[in-house]
């Protein structure tokens, strides 16, 4: 499995912007296709986003789509997850994830992705 650390999280207030960064070690990072999802308290994680190896597939979840932007610079071995006008139910634990072999639109759900980083906090303010 590849090691993944998340970073980037933080307190901002609703209408604001973060950025959030995952750095992947251990495996080829190309090997592996990524993913977001997060936790709010009290509640099952739940998909974000997802994007192939490459970069050039990418998928969201309605919550997020068009206020999200996923991306990932395999130079450097780090996705991305850009988030705009943020709201405050977006708050929650931030989750990276990666899995190797395909990757298919449906594939949203934590069985589907076997290695995952501790998380980094996001929290949005009214």
């Known amino acids: 499995q590849v090691q993944l650390v998340e970073s980037g999280g933080g307190l901002v207030q609703a209408g604001g912007s973060l950025r959030l960064s995952c750095a992947a070690s251990g495996r080829p990072f190309t090997r592996y296709h990524m993913a977001w999802f997060r936790q709010a308290p009290g509640k099952e994680r739940e998909f974000v986003a997802a994007i192939n190896w490459s970069g050039g597939s990418t998928y969201y979840a309605d919550s997020v789509k068009g206020r999200c932007t996923i991306s990932r610079d395999n130079a450097k071995t780090t996705v991305y997850l850009q988030m705009n006008s943020l709201k405050p139910e977006d708050t929650a634990v931030y989750y990276c994830?990666?899995?190797?072999?395909?990757?298919?639109?449906?594939?949203?759900?934590?069985?589907?992705?076997?290695?995952w980083g501790q998380g980094t906090q996001v929290t949005v303010s009214s």
């Open positions: 994830a990666g899995r190797r072999g395909f990757l298919l639109a449906g594939m949203r759900s934590e069985a589907d992705f076997d290695s």
